[in-house]
C-alpha cells in the first residue's frame, strides 16, 4: 500500500511530506529527549480528513501521532515508534462564542495568541485561562495535558474548563461528548457520566480532538499586580493560604532563581488582581495587603514597589520572560518538571531544586502556579542548558531526571511527564487504577495506534 | 551564525505583536514547522553540522524567507536582530558551496549580466521613459529594477516623474547607467555581487555629483542608504513634503483606502506616517486601517527575489491571505508604496477575483487620480 | 570605623528642634521634638526611629549641620529597627553586588567624565551637544550605596564606599560630574560627616549643565514653559548647588512655578514609602504633590533623580503634565535653535 498517495488523496499533495527536512523537524521538539523520525508528516483541514487518516492508519497498523505546536518540551509529541505526525495546526477555527454562556468551540489548532487577540478584538469582556508557555502553543494541547493558566488560582487546571468535546476515536468513529452530544449548546460535560476524562491528560492515546468547548472567563478592564518577598520559604505556604482566602486574586505565582541578583536568596510570591474601576483595583488591593499584614509588620515579608516598566513586564500576558529562561545560558534551551505538588511542600520542594543544581553544578529557576485556592500548585524545577554544549545538555538532562524523582519523593506528580518519568508514576500508581488505564486504551485503541510508548502499562 | 543554536523555537516569530495571525510569509503559506523561522535556523544548523544534506526542498525552505523582518521584530530573545543576518548568512554559504538552486542562480546571473533579474537588455532600462537624464539637479531619482522593466513598476515611475515635473523639482535619471541597487542580491547571500553593483553606482553617482537620491523602492532605498554618502529619501516622504509645503494639491478623491506597509520602508525603516499622511491629505479619502498594520504588517511574500522566482505562489499566497485581509476592511483602494508590493497584490487581486472590487494603487497613483493643482 | 561627626550639645542647646518640628511626615510640637532629640541623642528608642519616612528633610532643616538624619539612621541600624520588611533590604543589598557586566575599571576614561552609577539606560541620553567628548563611568562598581539610608542600614554604606571611592581615584580623575543627586550627595555630605576621604572633586550634574549651557548661550531658544521640579530626597543633603539649577531654568526659559510643595516643603516622590510599606501614605503623597503641580499650571514635571522618574512619571503623565528629566529638557532648549 502507498501509504503516501494514501495521504495525498486524503488532505492534497500540499499537506503531506515525506521529506528528510519535515521528517527532521517532527523527530524532536526544543527538549532533551529521544528523537525518532516519523515516516509522513500530515496536515488535515477538517474533522473528516483526521478521519480518513484515523482509519489509514488503523487498517495498516500505523502509529499516529497528533501534534499541536509541540512545546511540551517533554517529547510527547516525538513519534518514537515513528509513524504519522499529524500537525493538526491547519485546523485553526474559532468557531462559536457565545457571550452569555462565556463558552467558546474551538478547533484544536487555534493558539493560545490568536484566542487571545479574538476575545479582545470582539468580546473585551471574555477571556480564556492562558498558560505562560509561547502565544502558539495550541489552547486544545495545553488542556490536553491538564495545563495551568492564569485563571487557574480561581477555577483549576485549565482541563476542568471544558464544556465538550469532538473526537475522533481511535478506530475512526467521531464522537461527540457532553451537552454537545445531545444539544446545540456547549454549555457543559456535565451532567452526563464523565467520559471528557477518558480524553484529558492521556497524551493524544485515546483519540483526536477535533472540537473542544472552552469556558471562558470576565475580563476585567484593569490588572495589576503586588509582588510580596519573603526570604524564609516556610511561609510562603502560609503567605498563599492568607491570599487565596481573600479570593480577591487572579493570578498568583511563585518565583526564586539567582538571577537577576534582585531575585536572589528570596521568594516572589507575585500575585494578580483586576477590576473595572480603581474602585475595585484599590479594595482587591487593601484586601491583599491586610491579609499577610502581620508579616509586613513583623519584617518578615513586604511588597515590592514596581517601577512602570518592571510591571509591565510583570503584567505581560503570556509572559515572555518564562520563554527567555532558554536564552540564560545563551543556548537556547531549557528543560523543567512541573511538579504538582501541595503547596505545603513549597519549601522542601525549593530545597530539594537547589540541591539538584548543586550537585549537577547547573543554574536554576522556579516559577509556580497556585491551582485552585491553593488546592495545589505546580512547582517548576527548571534548567537552562546550552545547544551547542554537549556536557551541559547532560547535566541539565541528570538534573531533569533527578526533579523527577523529587517530585515523587514529596508526594507530588511531574506534569506532561516524559516516557522516563511516566514509567515512574506508573510503578508508583495503584495497580488497579494502572490496569484500569490499560484497559481504557486497549478498549478504545486495540490496534495500539495512538501515541505508541506513552502511558504504556507493564504487565 | 555562531549563535544561531540560540533559537528555542518557542514561536514568537511567526507572529504580528498581538499574536492574531500567522504574520511570516512562507509560514502562512506551507504550514509546516520546517517552514517557519525557528525551523529553518534549525533546518540551517543541521545542513551545516551535516546532520541534514542539501535538497530543492531545503533550498526552497531557505529561499522561501522573505526577509520581511516580521521575526526579529516580535522575537523575544536577544539575537533577535541577527535572525535575517543569519538566514542570509546561510545563503551565502550555500552559493559558496556551488548549491544555488537554479531559480537563484538565473536570478543572480541575470543581473550580473543584464543589471536585471529578468535578464532583459539593458538598453530597455530607460528607453521608455521620457525624463532628464541627471546632470546636477537637486535630486537623482533611482528607478531600481522593478520600476525600470516591469509593468505596475514602470506605471510607478511614470506617474511620480510626472508629478515631479508638475511640482517644478528639480530632479534627473540615470537611465541606462542605473544598474541595479542590489538589495535583493544582498538579501540573496551574493555579498561579491552586491558590492559590485554598490560601487558601480556609487562611482556613477558620485562622479555625477549626486548628493540626494529619491527611492521609489524601498528595497532601493535600503541599499542606498547602504551606500553611505548619500541623502535617501522615499518617494512617500518627497510626496508629504510637496503637499507640506502647497507645491501640489491634491484634489477630492471620494474612495476608502488601506494603506499596505512594504517591509523594507516599514520594519527595515520605520517609514510609516508619511505614506499615511499623503493619503490623509486627500479630501474625501478615508483611510482605514488593516488589521496588521505599522510594524505588523503582513508581508505580500516578492522580498528576497521573490517578486520574481515566487516560492509563495498558489491559493494560499500570502499575497492572496493580504488582499482578502484589505478587502475585509471595505477599502476599495490597496495603497501601495513599494513595486513588488504593487504586482504582487495586483496579480493576487486578480486570482482571487477581487480585481472589481479593489483596486492596486500606488501613491503617485492616487495623488494623479485624484488631480493635483 | 569611621564615626558620624555629630556634636551632642549643640542638640541640647538647640531651642527650636526645626529637624522634628518641620517634619512633613511626624507631627511634633517644639516640646515633643525635644523629648525625642534627647532619646536620640541619648541612643534611646524613639518614635522617630519607627515612624521615619526617610525623606533625608531633616538633614536640611537642621541650619546647624548636625546630621540628625544620620543619627537617625545609625540608632535605627543599632537598635535592629528596619523602615522596610528585610527580605525588601535583602532585594536591595544584593542589586547592588558587581556582576559579570560590572567593570571596575574604564580604560581610556577621561576627563570630563560622568558616572552613570546604577542607570546604564541612560547612557543613551549623554549625548549631544551638550554631551561632546564626555567619557562615562558606570556600574555597580561605582555606585554610592547611599540609598541603604532608607533601609537601616548606613553601615553598608560605610563598609563599600571606600571601595568604590578607590575605583572611580584608579583612573587618577580629579573632578567627576555626578548624574545621580545621591553620588554628588554621598561624595560631599555623606562622606565629610564621617570623615571618609574623597580624592577626587564631586561635580554636581546641574553645574555641568550650567556650565555647558552657558558656553553654548547663542544657541539657545527659550522654551517658554511653565515647568514644576520634583526635589528628590538626596537634594536634601547638598542644597547650596541648587542654585544652579535656577541659572538653568532660567538660561533655558523654564518658569519654575510657585507652588506648595517645592524647596524645603518638597515631598517625597513615595517610591521608597512604598518600600517601606506605607501604601496609604505613599499615595498621600503622590496625590499631594501632583495635584500642587496641576494647580501650579506646570506644563513639565522636571526630575533629576531616575528613581523619582520611575515613581512619579506615570502620575504626573495622567495630570496631563510632560514628565522630563533636567538633562532632557537642557536639550530641548538647545534642539530648537
Redesign the interface.
Known amino acids: 500500500m502507498d501509504i503516501y498517495k494514501a495521504l495525498v488523496d486524503i488532505v492534497g499533495e500540499e499537506f503531506v511530506s515525506r521529506n528528510e527536512e519535515e521528517l527532521y523537524i517532527y523527530s524532536r521538539d526544543s527538549g532533551l529527549t529521544e528523537r525518532e523520525k516519523p515516516d509522513f508528516v500530515v496536515m488535515p483541514g477538517s474533522a473528516e480528513e483526521v478521519q480518513k487518516i484515523v482509519l489509514l492508519a488503523n487498517k495498516y497498523k500505523i502509529p499516529l501521532i497528533p501534534v499541536g505546536a509541540s512545546l511540551t518540551l517533554s517529547g510527547l509529541a516525538v513519534p518514537i515508534r515513528k509513524g504519522i505526525v499529524v500537525d493538526l495546526r491547519r485546523m485553526d477555527r474559532i468557531i462559536e462564542v457565545n457571550r452569555l454562556g462565556r463558552y467558546a468551540v474551538i478547533e484544536p489548532g487555534v493558539t493560545q495568541g490568536k484566542l487571545k487577540a479574538f476575545l479582545e478584538r470582539n468580546y473585551p469582556d471574555l477571556c480564556h485561562s492562558m498558560p505562560d508557555a509561547p502565544p502558539s502553543a495550541t489552547v486544545v494541547g495545553n488542556i490536553l495535558i491538564h495545563g495551568q493558566g492564569n485563571l487557574s488560582q480561581l477555577y483549576g487546571f485549565n482541563s476542568t474548563m471544558v464544556t465538550g468535546l469532538e473526537i475522533v476515536l481511535p478506530t475512526g468513529k467521531i464522537c461527540r461528548i457532553g451537552s454537545c452530544s445531545l444539544s446545540p449548546y456547549w454549555f457543559a460535560v456535565e451532567p452526563l457520566p464523565y467520559l471528557a476524562g477518558i480524553f484529558l491528560g492521556w497524551f493524544g492515546t485515546t483519540g483526536i480532538i477535533t472540537k473542544l468547548g472552552l469556558r471562558l472567563y470576565p475580563r476585567k478592564r484593569l490588572r495589576d499586580i503586588e509582588v510580596f518577598v519573603l526570604d524564609d520559604p516556610e511561609k510562603v505556604a502560609d503567605v498563599v493560604y492568607r491570599i487565596t482566602h481573600t479570593e480577591m486574586a487572579e493570578d498568583v505565582i511563585t518565583m526564586e532563581q539567582p538571577y537577576p541578583m534582585m531575585f536572589r536568596d528570596v521568594v516572589l510570591v507575585q500575585i494578580y488582581f483586576n477590576g473595572d474601576s480603581e474602585e475595585e483595583i484599590e479594595f482587591k488591593r487593601k484586601m491583599l495587603w491586610n491579609s499577610v499584614m502581620n508579616y509586613i509588620r513583623s519584617r518578615d515579608g513586604g511588597f515590592m514597589f514596581l517601577t512602570p516598566d518592571v510591571q509591565e513586564d510583570f503584567l505581560e500576558k503570556p509572559a515572555s520572560s518564562v520563554t527567555r529562561f532558554a536564552d540564560v545560558m545563551k543556548g537556547g534551551g531549557f528543560v523543567y518538571c512541573g511538579a504538582i505538588i501541595p503547596v505545603e511542600k513549597f519549601a522542601e520542594a525549593l530545597r530539594k531544586l537547589k540541591e539538584i543544581a548543586k550537585r549537577h553544578e547547573i543554574t536554576y529557576g522556579h516559577v509556580g502556579r497556585i491551582v485552585g485556592r491553593g488546592h495545589c500548585m505546580m512547582f517548576s524545577f527548571s534548567f537552562p542548558f546550552n545547544r551547542a554544549d554537549r556536557a551541559s545538555m547532560e547535566r541539565a538532562k541528570e538534573a531533569l531526571h533527578e526533579s523527577y524523582l523529587a517530585t515523587l519523593e514529596l508526594g507530588g506528580i511531574p506534569w506532561k511527564p516524559e516516557l522516563f518519568a511516566q514509567k515512574m508514576i506508573l510503578e508508583r500508581m495503584d495497580k488497579n487504577a494502572a490496569e484500569l488505564m490499560k484497559q481504557i486504551r486497549g478498549l478504545l485503541d486495540p490496534n495500539g495506534i495512538m501515541n505508541p510508548g506513552n502511558w504504556e502499562v507493564e504487565p | 551564525m555562531m549563535?544561531i543554536?540560540?533559537?528555542?523555537?518557542?514561536?514568537?516569530c511567526?507572529?504580528p505583536d498581538?499574536?492574531?495571525?500567522y504574520n511570516c510569509p512562507p509560514y502562512a503559506r506551507?504550514?509546516?514547522?520546517?517552514f517557519s523561522p525557528g525551523?529553518r535556523l534549525?533546518?540551517t544548523r543541521?545542513f551545516l553540522n551535516g546532520?541534514?544534506?542539501f535538497?530543492k526542498?531545503?533550498s526552497e525552505?531557505i529561499f522561501s524567507c522573505t526577509a520581511c523582518k516580521n521575526c526579529a521584530e516580535n522575537c523575544?530573545?536577544?539575537?533577535k536582530d541577527e535572525i535575517v543576518d543569519w538566514i542570509v548568512s546561510a545563503r551565502r554559504e550555500i552559493l559558496e558551496r556551488g548549491l544555488a538552486p537554479p531559480f537563484v542562480r538565473d536570478f543572480l546571473e541575470n543581473i550580473r549580466k543584464y543589471g536585471n533579474p529578468w535578464g532583459l537588455p539593458r538598453k530597455q532600462r530607460a528607453d521608455w521613459l521620457r525624463a532628464k537624464k541627471y546632470d546636477g539637479d537637486d535630486y537623482l531619482l533611482f528607478l531600481g529594477c522593478e520600476c525600470s522593466y516591469e509593468d505596475r513598476g514602470r506605471s510607478m515611475a511614470k506617474n511620480f516623474v510626472e508629478i515631479l515635473e508638475r511640482a517644478g523639482v528639480s530632479f534627473g535619471i540615470l537611465g541606462e547607467n542605473e544598474c541595479c541597487d542590489g538589495n535583493e542580491v544582498f538579501m540573496l547571500g551574493e555579498l561579491g555581487l552586491f558590492q559590485e553593483l554598490a560601487e558601480r553606482n556609487k562611482k556613477t553617482m558620485s562622479e555625477l555629483g549626486v548628493q540626494k537620491v529619491i527611492a521609489i523602492s524601498p528595497h532601493a532605498y535600503n541599499a542606498i542608504k547602504s551606500y553611505e554618502g548619500f541623502e535617501v529619501f522615499h518617494y512617500s516622504q518627497i510626496l508629504w513634503d510637496l503637499i507640506q509645503s502647497g507645491e501640489i494639491k491634491p484634489g477630492e478623491l471620494r474612495k476608502t483606502v488601506t494603506y499596505h506597509d512594504p517591509c523594507f520602508l516599514g520594519r527595515y525603516n520605520g517609514i510609516y506616517e508619511e505614506p499615511r499622511e499623503v493619503l490623509n491629505s486627500v479630501p474625501g479619502l478615508r483611510l482605514v486601517e488593516m488589521?496588521r498594520n505599522r510594524k505588523n504588517s503582513f508581508c505580500c511574500g516578492g522580498g528576497s527575489g521573490n517578486f520574481v522566482f515566487d516560492l509563495l505562489r498558489?491559493s494560499?499566497s500570502p499575497a492572496r491571505e493580504r488582499v482578502r485581509e484589505a478587502a475585509e476592511t471595505g477599502a476599495e483602494i490597496i495603497a501601495v508604496a513599494c513595486p513588488a508590493c504593487k504586482a504582487m497584490l495586483d496579480d493576487a487581486a486578480k486570482d482571487e477575483g477581487l480585481k472589481d472590487r479593489v483596486a492596486v494603487m500606488d501613491l503617485s497613483e492616487i495623488i494623479l487620480r485624484c488631480g493635483i493643482s | 570605623m569611621f564615626e558620624l561627626k555629630f556634636d551632642r550639645a549643640v542638640c541640647e542647646d538647640c531651642t527650636t528642634v526645626d529637624c522634628l518640628v518641620r517634619c512633613q511626615y511626624m507631627d511634633f510640637d517644639v516640646e515633643e521634638a525635644k523629648r525625642e532629640i534627647m532619646k536620640l541623642i541619648n541612643g534611646e528608642d524613639s518614635v522617630v526611629l519607627h515612624e521615619c519616612a526617610t525623606c533625608y528633610a531633616c538633614e536640611e532643616y537642621c541650619k546647624r549641620g548636625n546630621h540628625p538624619f544620620y543619627l537617625i539612621t545609625d540608632l535605627q541600624e543599632k537598635k535592629g529597627i528596619f523602615p522596610a520588611p528585610r527580605p525588601i533590604l535583602r532585594q536591595w543589598i544584593n542589586l547592588a553586588i558587581p556582576g559579570k557586566k560590572d567593570f571596575p575599571h574604564f580604560p581610556g576614561a577621561k576627563e570630563p567624565v560622568i558616572s552613570l552609577c546604577l542607570f546604564p539606560e541612560y547612557i543613551g541620553s549623554i549625548q549631544g551637544k551638550l554631551f561632546e567628548d564626555v567619557s562615562v563611568i558606570l556600574g555597580r562598581h561605582f555606585f554610592c550605596q547611599l540609598v541603604y539610608l532608607h533601609f537601616g542600614k548606613p553601615s553598608i554604606i560605610r563598609e563599600r564606599l571606600p571601595k568604590i571611592i578607590e575605583n572611580i581615584a584608579n583612573h587618577g580623575f580629579k573632578e567627576v560630574v555626578f548624574f545621580h543627586d545621591e553620588c554628588y550627595s554621598t561624595f560631599t555630605s555623606y562622606a565629610n560627616a564621617y570623615g571618609i576621604h574623597v580624592p577626587f572633586k564631586p561635580v554636581h550634574f546641574f553645574e555641568y549643565l550650567y556650565e555647558n549651557l552657558k558656553k553654548r548661550e547663542s544657541e539657545i531658544e527659550p522654551l517658554n514653559v511653565k515647568v514644576a521640579y520634583q526635589r528628590n530626597c538626596s537634594t536634601r543633603l547638598t542644597p547650596w548647588k541648587e542654585h544652579y539649577l535656577d541659572k538653568i531654568f532660567e538660561l533655558i526659559g523654564a518658569e519654575r512655578v510657585e507652588r506648595k510643595y517645592d524647596r524645603e516643603n518638597a515631598l517625597c516622590c513615595g517610591g521608597i514609602i512604598r518600600s517601606l510599606q506605607r501604601y496609604d501614605l505613599f499615595v498621600d503623597v503622590q496625590k499631594r504633590n501632583v495635584e500642587d503641580m496641576a494647580r501650579a499650571n506646570a506644563e513639565y514635571c522636571v526630575f533629576n533623580c531616575p528613581a523619582c522618574y520611575s515613581s512619579l512619571a506615570k502620575r504626573v503623565e495622567e495630570k496631563g503634565i510632560k514628565p522630563v528629566m533636567i538633562h532632557e529638557l537642557c536639550k530641548l532648549a538647545l534642539k530648537r535653535a
Do not use: N, P, T
Open positions: 549563535d543554536h540560540r533559537c528555542f523555537r518557542c514561536g514568537y511567526k507572529f498581538d499574536f492574531s495571525k506551507f504550514r509546516f514547522e520546517s525551523g534549525w533546518l543541521a546532520e541534514v544534506d535538497s526542498h531545503l525552505i523575544r530573545m536577544g539575537f488589521e498558489g494560499y
